[in-house]
């Protein structure tokens, strides 16, 4: 039985992030690296106001999610899958040893950039609770106009289904799901209109740049949550991270891959709840379903002992 490893995405961030991060050496030596690729102190990234930036904001949660991630694997806590939605694939992929981090927050900056500098105003995302992929896709097609465009963009879970576009679109969205007996459609903590086709030429920009970055074949199981299967060669997991800005993110089906691939623990890091109620519905089976998902950031040392538990009880 595996432990999963989920990073989340842009909207887990807060202000102080990287200055709440437990006094580890190996937070220190993530910071250390993360200076050294940037040039520029990383605890500068994480006030309020740094945070309305997407850049700082994609880095901020790359560099948590390998910090806390690391804390966990010198502590005997280590994971065999791992899984990141949207810029959390980012960390996921330096966890599995698939690219370092200093060219990996290389490369989330100009992500970061290029989506910023595309979308500065006037787009932005929607989650719908309480309506299927069907019944929210039809209601998109009412609102999608090219001059006011909306596309599903994420499938968090059966009934939880994320839409982005322009403010109008959006808007539209919004009444039209709350008339259509949704139990909630709120505007997301982002700027920009991510994993749809309207960021497709800032993904080709992205891979471009990627493919001088040195990859290594994954050391760990990686699960591309834009395609919702393990990738097992470097090459495509790093065109996988370059594009997943423009493509749909698949959460519920990554999740329910990962745990026929074995995960019976999944852990989120470095935390936020988002995915740790994400995850219950497809992992919460059993006797122990009130353990089977955890967020670290609720306790890095909890976390640590049940992950250690775990292995004990089922080495397998």
Same mark, same amino acid.
């Given at each position: 039985?595996?432990?999963?490893?989920?990073?989340?995405?842009?909207?887990?961030?807060?202000?102080?992030?990287?200055?709440? #991060?437990?006094?580890?050496?190996?937070?220190?030596?993530?910071?250390?690296? /993360?200076?050294?690729?940037?040039?520029?102190?990383?605890?500068?990234?994480?006030?309020?106001?740094?945070?309305?930036?997407?850049?700082?904001?994609? %880095?901020?949660?790359?560099?948590?999610?390998?910090?806390?991630?690391?804390?966990?694997i010198r502590q005997d806590a280590a994971p065999d899958i791992v899984a990141g939605l949207s810029i959390g694939a980012w960390?996921?992929?330096?966890?599995?040893?698939?690219?370092?981090?200093?060219?990996?927050?290389?490369?989330?900056?100009?992500?970061?950039?290029?989506?910023?500098?595309?979308?500065?105003?006037?787009?932005?995302?929607?989650?719908?609770?309480?309506?299927?992929?069907?019944?929210?896709?039809?209601?998109?097609?009412?609102?999608?106009?090219?001059?006011?465009?909306?596309?599903?963009?994420?499938?968090?879970?059966?009934?939880?289904?994320?839409?982005?576009?322009?403010?109008?679109? #959006?808007?539209?969205?919004?009444?039209?799901?709350? /008339?259509?007996?949704?139990?909630?459609?709120?505007?997301?903590?982002?700027?920009?209109?991510?994993?749809?086709? #309207?960021?497709?030429?800032?993904?080709?920009?992205?891979?471009?740049?990627?493919?001088?970055?040195?990859?290594?074949?994954?050391?760990?199981?990686?699960?591309?949550?834009?395609?919702?299967?393990?990738?097992?060669?470097?090459?495509?997991?790093?065109?996988?991270?370059?594009?997943?800005?423009?493509?749909?993110?698949?959460?519920?089906?990554?999740?329910?891959?990962?745990?026929?691939?074995?995960?019976?623990? /999944?852990?989120?890091?470095?935390?936020?709840?988002?995915?740790t109620r994400l995850a219950h519905e497809v992992f919460a089976r059993g006797a122990l379903a009130r353990e089977a998902v %955890?967020?670290?950031?609720?306790?890095?040392?909890?976390?640590?002992?049940?992950?250690?538990?775990?292995?004990?009880?089922?080495?397998?």
């Amino acid at each position: 039985m595996s432990i999963l490893f989920m990073f989340p995405g842009q909207g887990s961030q807060h202000a102080g992030m990287l200055h709440a #991060l437990p006094r580890d050496p190996a937070v220190a030596q993530t910071l250390d690296e /993360a200076s050294d690729a940037l040039n520029a102190d990383p605890l500068e990234l994480d006030t309020e106001q740094a945070l309305s930036s997407t850049v700082a904001t994609q %880095l901020c949660l790359a560099i948590a999610g390998v910090a806390v991630a690391r804390t966990l694997i010198r502590q005997d806590a280590a994971p065999d899958i791992v899984a990141g939605l949207s810029i959390g694939a980012w960390p996921a992929a330096v966890v599995a040893g698939v690219m370092d981090l200093g060219d990996a927050l290389r490369l989330v900056r100009l992500r970061g950039q290029l989506m910023q500098d595309a979308y500065p105003d006037g787009y932005g995302m929607v989650a719908v609770v309480g309506l299927d992929e069907p019944q929210v896709s039809a209601l998109v097609a009412q609102v999608h106009t090219a001059a006011s465009p909306a596309y599903i963009a994420n499938l968090n879970a059966e009934r939880q289904i994320v839409v982005a576009g322009s403010d109008a679109a #959006l808007a539209r969205v919004m009444a039209l799901a709350q /008339a259509h007996g949704a139990s909630a459609a709120t505007r997301l903590r982002m700027a920009v209109p991510s994993h749809c086709p #309207l960021l497709e030429a800032q993904a080709a920009e992205l891979a471009q740049a990627a493919e001088k970055a040195e990859r290594r074949a994954p050391r760990l199981m990686y699960v591309s949550s834009s395609r919702a299967r393990a990738l097992l060669r470097a090459d495509l997991i790093v065109h996988d991270l370059a594009w997943n800005m423009a493509r749909p993110v698949l959460w519920h089906d990554t999740m329910r891959h990962a745990f026929e691939r074995g995960a019976r623990l /999944a852990v989120e890091v470095p935390g936020g709840g988002t995915l740790t109620r994400l995850a219950h519905e497809v992992f919460a089976r059993g006797a122990l379903a009130r353990e089977a998902v %955890l967020d670290a950031g609720a306790g890095l040392e909890a976390a640590r002992m049940r992950i250690q538990r775990q292995r004990r009880d089922d080495p397998a």
